[in-house]
């Protein structure tokens, strides 16, 4: 008794455990659904007022968005006079048999129907590209670099475009529309970008002046003019410069201008994870050897791209999104289908755009959550394989 | 004084390692920082099998001198020769020399993306253009020699500070270098950690590689050193070695300095 009053007499300079003292449970506030709910929702006044405000607008839009799209809403009939009001005598929502028949429209444009099966075939080669780079543990990744950046390129050319040698029919460019187009122009932006972006970045920071000169102006000429410039320059001033027979294919026109618009962001990201790698990760690599090349391909970028995902996922998200604007030139993508098909006379009613659009926005939601909630599982991933 | 340029001396107790040629040859060096001289008049020679130690107050241009000798730093004037090829603008020269000069930093620059075994076989694979399986049996011998092979296949950020220190060493010595460049290797280091690195580094100097090290660690001197060279104000203020060095440093400076540092 003695002994352990003494041991934890606090007056007492010298002091010796004589008894280890083993790891207790954290205190129930802190763990399960309580402890998730005081950390996340409540924690202070201003999360509980934020929470409370959030549960409200939730409350009034879910409900709202339900009864449209789906209580209220029209599943089946044959013209505008499923979705009247008048005509139904009921509330009416959504107009979904507008976009069940106006559907092959907003995915294939004017392509011939006969043709149709080459934009599938191209769908398909294209899901098997993402796919095969999305999965990081796929086989042959490799094989799936050269698959997604050689084979899909000449082959999607082959299918859409068509060459009459091989029995297919050329379709000319002005037909292609929804979907395809978009998802087209967005590929052809998110593929190109990135490595034009690097380069860009990599001669902005080089140490001979004309590259990085060159690749200051580029960019900040890029950066400094709206996309829908860049692509009147491309479909109506380009024209004025180039002959007749030389002059490329109006979508090629845009496909280039996006191209080049995001490459310029792109680039600024680039620089951005380039700046934050330490000068000691370029001495350690220059130490043992690497040139200039091996030592960006080996060891700068792979740690700069890691630490500029948000960013380059950021500037892809947008690019997705800036593909609405090559409608401007007369290109018919797929919210311009949508567009095309809202004004039809047959299906004119009230609810016909608010379906359309809704369409259009659950579209486009769906591809850039799906890139955002993929950047964050890789993210998760680099961060786990590495625990920094 | 003028700094002697003079061969490894044979000392007492330790296998003489007579001039086998000259490793490294630094003549008439100078280099500025924009207005600031940070290197004036360096001559320094080098053996073969040399161990240099090199002291001084921080900002002397110590490291500055010695990441000359890999090109990290551009030089001004004067000539720099390591290994029989003199070091210039030419970029082939260049490789030439960091092929065969190892360098160990203070903040060890792992590339922390990739695995300890990865690090150690990136320029074999890359530079030295090694298959595969034979750089890893390299990077594995070499691993062992410093104590951790069982750590390859974890990524720099799972090792303590000393083990990422000997990793860093290892990674050096896969490109099998003629020489060895040391800046202030443990001077980022826990004190609990800066033995093991340099028990590393004592055993590499008794296998008989030629290092230069820029450290304060006065007993890695003192055990290890052939010659010590210290600086100050961009200035080699004084070589000798080690015992008299300690015992009898000639100019004021270098006695105001190890009072300092030898309390």
Not at chain 1, 65 to 89: K, N, P, Y
Not at chain 1, 145 to 161: G, N, R, T
Not at chain 2, 70 to 96: A, C, P, W, Y
Request: glycine content about 6%.
């Amino acid at each position: 008794m003695r002994r352990s009053a003494a041991e934890h007499e606090t007056t007492e300079i010298a002091f010796v455990r004589r008894t280890p003292l083993a790891p207790q449970p954290p205190p129930k506030t802190m763990t399960g659904a309580l402890g998730w709910l005081r950390a996340n929702l409540l924690s202070t006044p201003l999360n509980v007022a934020l929470t409370v405000g959030v549960a409200l607008l939730l409350a009034f839009a879910v409900p709202e968005l339900v009864r449209f799209l789906i209580v209220d809403a029209v599943w089946t009939g044959e013209g505008r006079d499923a979705c009247l009001e008048s005509v139904q005598h009921r509330e009416i929502g959504a107009c979904w048999p507008f976009i069940w028949e106006r559907l092959p429209y907003f995915i294939y444009g004017s392509y011939p129907i006969p043709e149709r099966w080459r934009v599938d075939l191209f769908f398909a080669m294209l899901a098997v590209a993402i796919a095969w780079l999305m999965w990081l543990d796929a086989p042959r990744r490799d094989l799936g670099v050269f698959y997604a950046f050689v084979v899909l390129p000449i082959c999607a050319y082959v299918l859409l475009h068509g060459v009459a040698a091989f029995g297919l029919p050329v379709v000319d460019t002005v037909l292609w529309g929804g979907v395809l187009v978009t998802l087209v122009v967005a590929s052809v932006g998110i593929a190109c970008s990135l490595p034009l972006g690097i380069m860009l970045a990599l001669g902005r920071r080089s140490r001979m002046p004309a590259v990085r000169l060159l690749s200051t102006v580029f960019i900040e000429f890029v950066r400094g003019v709206p996309l829908i410039t860049v692509l009147f320059m491309a479909s109506v001033m380009l024209p004025l410069f180039v002959p007749q027979y030389l002059e490329p294919d109006k979508l090629l026109r845009a496909l280039i201008g996006i191209a080049l618009f995001a490459s310029a962001y792109m680039a600024e990201v680039v620089r951005a994870g380039l700046q934050a790698i330490p000068r000691g990760q370029y001495e350690g690599a220059m130490a043992i050897g690497l040139r200039y090349w091996a030592m960006m391909r080996l060891v700068i970028l792979p740690q700069a791209l890691r630490i500029t995902i948000p960013n380059i996922v950021n500037t892809y998200i947008g690019l997705f999104k800036d593909t609405t604007l090559v409608f401007i030139v007369g290109i018919f993508d797929f919210l311009r289908t949508i567009e095309v098909a809202r004004i039809d006379p047959k299906w004119a009613t009230p609810v016909t755009s608010t379906t359309g659009y809704a369409v259009a926005a659950i579209f486009y939601l769906v591809f850039c959550y799906g890139m955002s909630r993929y950047s964050r599982a890789v993210e998760a991933r680099l961060a786990a394989g590495e625990s920094r | 004084m003028m700094p002697e340029d003079h061969a490894a001396s044979s000392r007492p107790g330790r296998p003489s390692r007579l001039a086998t040629g000259v490793a490294i040859e630094i003549v008439g060096l100078n280099k500025w920082y924009g207005d600031f001289h940070v290197l004036r008049d360096i001559n320094l020679k080098v053996m073969s099998g040399e161990r240099i130690v090199i002291c001084g107050p921080s900002g002397s241009g110590k490291s500055t001198m010695i990441r000359c000798i890999n090109r990290l730093e551009e030089h001004q004037s004067g000539r720099i020769v390591v290994d029989g090829v003199e070091l210039t603008d030419d970029v082939r020269k260049i490789d030439e020399i960091r092929r065969d000069v190892g360098m160990v930093f203070q903040h060890f620059n792992l590339f922390p993306h990739l695995t300890v075994m990865e690090n150690c076989t990136l320029a074999p694979i890359w530079v030295r253009k090694m298959p595969k399986r034979e750089a890893e049996d390299i990077a594995l011998h070499y691993l062992k020699r410093v104590k951790i092979p069982e750590q390859a296949h974890k990524y720099p950020g799972q090792l303590s500070g000393g083990q990422q220190q000997r990793v860093a060493i290892a990674r050096a010595l896969c490109m099998n270098p003629k020489i060895m460049l040391f800046d202030e290797p443990t001077s980022a280091l826990d004190p609990e950690m800066v033995k093991e690195v340099l028990d590393t580094m004592v055993e590499l100097a008794e296998d008989g590689m030629t290092m230069l090290v820029v450290t304060h660690e006065m007993g890695f001197a003192r055990q290890v050193a052939d010659r010590i060279v210290f600086m100050d104000e961009g200035q080699i203020i004084e070589t000798n070695v080690p015992e008299e060095f300690f015992a009898h440093p000639r100019h004021e400076r270098t006695r105001l300095f190890l009072g300092q540092i030898l309390r």
